[in-house]
């Protein structure tokens, strides 16, 4: 008889790795099916978010790794006469979600720190060296055929979901008919990694060299890791880049070639894609599975971990909580126009770098010069990032959608630690003392502790014991004010906040949190 599992998910990068953790660490049975043997040894993705970096919180990856990051170094855009055009400024503590906003990091470095974290789940099965080669689905599950590539035989196994977070070329995505749809955007760049190992002169900030001849980016990763994204002219055919001495040559414009040690290059066709549906039935996808977007905002993989961050806790409400299987249709109506509108920013950005006509540079150059100096620029990169405008939230809170604070709280021995560090991905009613929560019905607090919801209080030491008072309630003190500034700000009391950290809405009074929890209820309970 195949094996039944809970959940199933194929591909094990960061995406599939992190939203196997998600599931579980909430008991689940699950399988992750992944081809490859070992963990692909060279950086892809470079850069992760403040909100990244909290849902990694929830993986219970060794501290170490994030010892490993350094903050994003800001950017800048130089225009053709070598005058700065645009920039980004990185963000100054404090940080609004306990971490800085942007930071570096190398791939191979948090695959293995994810694989660290999903060995110590017995109920997690990962299969390596594991071809998915046929998926069918009933309506009460999904089967799938494995091929194991050291010649084994062929073996099925069922579950009651499949989610595909196998990359660009996805298999789940194609056997099931799923179409992409092209946002128009499609160039080839080289993209090359190398490790500093001699002086050379280097900007201190990543920088955008929007010049016509020959755009590119530079980017300063952690240590002494950089990278470099070189269009390719129109003229020029990618597979001459395959040679070494001809990577060597185009990088000597922006770095003395003698000074690094290139660690890997390789041609990228940066495009924009979206798929037309997330769902078929009891499959999904995630990740680059779903969407594809150019880099030059830094991204790629940040999405793809929302993508993961949002369907982990729909998936826990409805397998767990008894949660309608309807709530699941909204992973698509809140991320898919999430996602859009970040694509949509890495066009525009992709566009500014990589203009090759000359007088539309000059042009540019001097608009864009223009609002920088009048202060009419947006500086501040997470402002491209949109907050959430559909599905589970109260759409008449000016809040809602936006992502909750995080803020510092001693934890039973008194050390300061961050808030998601403490409390799980739960629905929670969070307020500066205990008075709100007192503010619920019987019933209603009775029906909060059934969806796995928390009431928390993160307070002052005068009003805030530090402890867990009752399974479902929890109290911290607060270190710092970030938590209260932000309820003072919006002239709240209580805020009712999501599994993903998101703001479902925010209350004044009694009146307003009743409103919320019983709405809130009505759509993720039977």
Not at 31 to 41: H, K, P, R, T
Not at 342 to 360: N, P, Q, T, W, Y
Request: proline letters at 6%.
């Amino acid at each position: 008889m195949a094996r039944k599992y809970d959940v199933i998910v194929v591909g094990l990068g960061p995406v599939g790795a992190v939203l196997a953790l998600l599931l579980g660490r909430e008991g689940f049975d699950v399988a992750v099916f992944e081809q490859s043997e070992e963990i692909y040894d060279k950086p892809r993705a470079i850069v992760l978010d403040h909100e990244a970096l909290r849902t990694l919180q929830f993986c219970g990856i060794a501290p170490s790794f994030f010892d490993t990051l350094s903050p994003h170094t800001g950017t800048d855009f130089i225009g053709l006469q070598g005058q700065l055009i645009k920039l980004f400024d990185p963000q100054r503590p404090p940080f609004p979600l306990g971490w800085p906003p942007t930071v570096m990091f190398v791939q191979p470095e948090l695959e293995n720190a994810l694989r660290g974290s999903l060995s110590a789940h017995a109920n997690i099965d990962v299969k390596l060296g594991s071809r998915i080669s046929a998926v069918a689905q009933a309506e009460t599950g999904v089967q799938v055929k494995i091929e194991p590539i050291r010649g084994e035989a062929d073996y099925e196994v069922t579950a009651n979901w499949l989610i595909g977070c196998d990359g660009a070329n996805s298999f789940v995505r194609r056997s099931v008919g799923i179409a992409l749809d092209d946002v128009a955007f499609d160039e080839c760049w080289i993209v090359v990694d190398a490790w500093l190992i001699g002086c050379t002169e280097l900007p201190k900030k990543t920088t955008q060299y929007c010049w016509p001849s020959r755009p590119a980016t530079f980017v300063v990763g952690p240590r002494n890791l950089r990278r470099w994204e070189i269009k390719l002219l129109p003229h020029e055919d990618p597979a001459a880049f395959l040679d070494e001495q001809k990577v060597v040559e185009v990088l000597g414009n922006y770095v003395d070639p003698g000074a690094i040690e290139i660690w890997r290059s390789a041609v990228y066709r940066f495009h924009a894609v979206v798929a037309s549906t997330w769902r078929r039935d009891r499959i999904f996808i995630a990740g680059d599975a779903a969407h594809q977007m150019p880099p030059f905002l830094g991204q790629g993989l940040c999405a793809g971990l929302r993508d993961v961050a949002n369907l982990a806790w729909k998936l826990v409400q409805v397998i767990k909580y008894g949660a309608p299987a309807d709530l699941l249709a909204t992973y698509q109506d809140e991320r898919r126009p999430h996602v859009e509108t970040v694509i949509h920013h890495a066009k525009e950005f992709g566009l500014i770098i990589g203009e090759l006509d000359v007088h539309r540079a000059i042009s540019r150059d001097e608009e864009l010069g223009r609002l920088l100096r009048s202060g009419a620029m947006n500086t501040v990169r997470q402002r491209f990032i949109p907050d959430l405008t559909a599905g589970i939230i109260a759409k008449s809170d000016p809040l809602a959608g936006t992502i909750f604070v995080q803020p510092d709280v001693l934890d039973a021995h008194g050390n300061i630690t961050r808030f998601d560090n403490l409390v799980p991905p739960r629905f929670l009613i969070v307020a500066a003392d205990g008075r709100p929560h007192s503010w619920l019905e019987e019933d209603e607090a009775e029906s909060w502790f059934k969806i796995g919801g928390y009431l928390v209080s993160v307070g002052r030491r005068d009003t805030s014991p530090n402890q867990s008072a009752h399974h479902g309630t929890l109290a911290f003190e607060e270190v710092g004010e970030r938590f209260r500034n932000w309820l003072d700000s919006i002239g709240a009391r209580a805020a009712v906040i999501r599994p993903d950290r998101y703001v479902y809405g925010t209350a004044r009074n009694a009146g307003e949190l009743r409103r919320l929890v019983r709405t809130l209820l009505t759509a993720v309970s039977r």
